[in-house]
């Protein structure tokens, strides 16, 4: 009988040190949302957006701290969560995806657990206000006949969404893609001011870094990327008006590290859905003209797949890669 009863007493000692192990229900400590940049920027503005909302609304109980590791064109802060657990979480966009297709790291939307896409930008194409181009038709036009006869500015590097959205464009209206004249900046700002002065002829670049150059009657945006026009640009067609069957979102998401558990991911999607839902969250992407591209991790595993596709593509029309 003694015997018995030890037995029990060991099996109810050894259950219960597990369950300690397993820390409990999820979330068992604090959370982490990871920005892969340096505070300022759109990665680092989505995470604390995610904070904000998150604690503001009492979604999350347990406390959230924003965790930056710049480097590496996300690369650094990727890195760090692939050796978290489901309480880390990191902001991602296409970059997560060109950064390996160029070679430039090893890590892919397959070493980590899709979570969400959470919002978008749109892409615009401008040209300096006294151009003599007034249309993208009439600008590819031109580029179909020459296509070293305008200087395209881009910003920060070639590969991104801002280059490879009007790649994407230029190769629909037949334009020879591989010898266009892109002149890469450091940042959008560079990129405007060049543009300002009359150094290069065209720019690829976000709606929002074009819009307050637009509404000061600077620049003409040409085209914008998205599906329907766009508050506040009413005027400015989309590339589907003119002709080019796209719609090229400029996304954020975000991720967790391989291998989540059902559970982990089940939570997420609850919360993230429950974020995108509220006033606050709805305010935060009209105040950072952000539009509203909400996909659970269900969806957003299939949108990767898809985006991965179609990258690949675009990267080898550029003539980046082979």
Known sequence: MKKW??????LLLLTSCSSQDAGGPFPSKNI????????????DTTARAMQKVFDDEGIVKKPIQVINKPGGGGEVGWK???????????????????????????????????????????????????SE??????LMTKLKK???????????????????????????????????????????????????????????MSVSEAKEQYKAGRVKILAVSSPKRLKGLEKVPTWKEEGVDMVFPHWRGVM???????????YWDQRIGQMVKTDAWKEILKN???????????????????????????????GLTQ
């Open 146 to 204: 020459d296509p070293k006869s305008l200087k395209i500015g881009v910003a920060p590097g070639l590969g991104n969404d801002d280059h490879l959205s009007f790649v994407q464009a230029a190769k629909t209206f037949g334009v020879n893609v591989p010898k266009l004249d892109f002149l890469v900046y450091k940042s959008g700002g560079d990129v405007a001011t060049v543009l300002l002065g009359n150094h290069i002829d065209a720019a690829t």
């Open 256 to 266: 967790g590290p391989p291998n989540m558990s059902e559970e982990e991911i089940a």
């Open 133 to 138: 181009i007034n249309s993208v038709k009439e």
């Open 288 to 318: 950072n003209e952000w539009e509203p591209f909400y996909k659970d991790s269900g969806e957003s595993k299939k949108f990767l797949e898809e985006q991965y596709q179609m990258y690949k593509h675009l990267l080898n029309d550029s």
């Open 5 to 10: 009863w030890l037995a029990v007493v060991v």
């Open 80 to 130: 760090y969560l692939e050796s978290r657990d489901g309480h880390s979480l990191a902001i991602n966009s296409s970059l997560l995806i060109t950064n390996n297709l160029l070679g430039q790291s090893d890590l892919s939307y397959q070493n980590f657990t899709p979570i969400a896409i959470l919002a978008t930008e749109w892409e615009a194409v401008v040209v300096p206000k006294g």
């Open 32 to 43: 982490e949302l990871v920005a892969p940049a340096s505070p300022g920027g759109g990665w």
